[in-house]
Structure formats: C-alpha cells, structure tokens
T-cell receptor
Framework: SQELEQSPQSLIVQEGKNLTINCTSSKTLYGLYWYKQKYGEGLIFLMM?????EEKSHEKITAKLDEKKQQSSLHITASQPSHAGIYLC????????????FGTGTRLQVTL | DAGVIQSPRHEVTEMGQEVTLRCKPI?????LFWYRQTMMRGLELLIY????????DSGMPEDRFSAKMPNASFSTLKIQPSEPRDSAVYFC?????????????FGEGSRLTVL
C-alpha cells in the first residue's frame, strides 16, 4: 500500500473551472512538497509546506497542509491548458529531513 | 545555471545486457537521489547519498542494481543483468541538505526500455 495516497488519480476539467487534488497519509508529514511533471520531463517544484495549518499560493495555485499534518490539498483556480500535467505530492514521513516519499500522482487534463 | 544532468535520455537494450545511467548533480548540492517511475508503482526512491556516502539503499530492488558516487559531481546507477521489468523512467535528483527548504531538483530522467 502507498504511504501517500493521492486523489483523484486522474481529472479532466474544462478550462476556467476550479479543481482540487488531495494528498493523504496515515503518518505525520514533516515536510510536504508539491511537484508538477509534464510528460517525458522531470519534476518541477511548486510549493513546500511545513507547519500545520500552513497555506501558500503562487499565481492560481494554492496549497494547504491541515492542522494534523496528515493531509494536504492543492487547489487550482480558473484552470488553463498550461496547468495540464501530473501533480505529485512528496513528503518527509521519516522525520529525518533526508528523503522524500511520493504519491502516485494525479493526471490533470484541461479541455478547451 | 545548469540543472541536474542525466544521460542517456533514452536507452533501449536487450534482456541480459548491462545498463549504466549517469547523473551530474547541481554544483554545491550535497545530497543525491535515484528514483524510478512506473505507471504501476509511481515514483520510488531507490537510493540516496549524502556527501557522496550511500545512506539508504533499502529501495534498491535486488542485487542486479548498484549505485556509486565517486565524487560530488557524478553518480551512476547500474543494472546488470537487465530484465524487461526494469523498464521505467529513472530520475536523479539533488538537494542541499543543510538548511533551507530541502527542495529536490530533478533531472529530465532516463527512459529505459528492456526488450
């Protein structure tokens, strides 16, 4: 079983619509990272959250970490075709600040 | 500044052949990670180094896999002999673990196909 569960696994939204991707763990997330990946390319860092209740935004993307530090959400407002790709959450669940475990990813398609 | 550089970008080989993947981390980074990505299992950590020393290789599938980091600017991941189930995209990532966000910087990946 995955230590980090992402939902949904895939998502198709119409351009301009809002969407939310979730990342859940049964363990404490000592550091939670969101990455985006385009097909055939590497992962690009989006945001990092550390404190319970923390929220960060960049352009139209907002990420939150819940108070218990076991769940994070990534929200995209007014989606655009450029948002299409695979979104992965990665977390330090060992508490050693040394390595990241990743979820299986959420594949996002944005239709015109 | 150059990012993490991986080679080759694509490799097609036959079962039983030796495969060597290469990685040059970002200059100044002291941690290096090898990940494998497949549709079924997602992104899995194989091994990571800190200051050129292997710290955790518990993700290495079996003895056919080996990784080295002879110096701060170069690492290899070797598969010998290769098998079709090794087909995947292999990513190298580096970071500076000494403060800051600990963000991982990923290379473009090496797509391996074993026939």
């Amino acid at each position: 079983s995955q230590e980090l569960e992402q939902s949904p696994q895939s998502l198709i939204v119409q351009e301009g619509k809002n969407l939310t991707i979730n990342c859940t763990s049964s363990k404490t997330l000592y550091g939670l990272y969101w990455y985006k990946q385009k097909y055939g390319e590497g992962l690009i860092f989006l945001m990092m959250l550390q404190k319970g209740g923390e929220e960060k935004s960049h352009e139209k993307i907002t990420a939150k970490l819940d108070e218990k530090k076991q769940q994070s959400s990534l929200h995209i407002t007014a989606s655009q075709p450029s948002h299409a790709g695979i979104y992965l959450c990665g977390a330090d669940i060992s508490g050693t600040a040394s390595k990241l475990t990743f979820g299986t990813g959420t594949r996002l398609q944005v239709t015109l | 500044d150059a990012g993490v550089i991986q080679s080759p970008r694509h490799e097609v080989t036959e079962m039983g052949q030796e495969v060597t993947l290469r990685c040059k981390p970002i200059s100044g980074h002291n941690s290096l990670f090898w990940y494998r990505q497949t549709m079924m299992r997602g992104l899995e950590l194989l091994i990571y180094f800190n200051n050129n020393v292997p710290i955790d290789d518990s993700g290495m599938p079996e003895d056919r896999f080996s990784a080295k980091m002879p110096n701060a600017s170069f690492s290899t991941l070797k598969i010998q002999p290769s098998e079709p189930r090794d087909s995947a995209v292999y990513f190298c990532a580096s970071s500076f673990s000494g403060g800051g966000t600990g963000e991982l910087f990923f290379g473009e990946g090496s797509r391996l196909t074993v026939l």
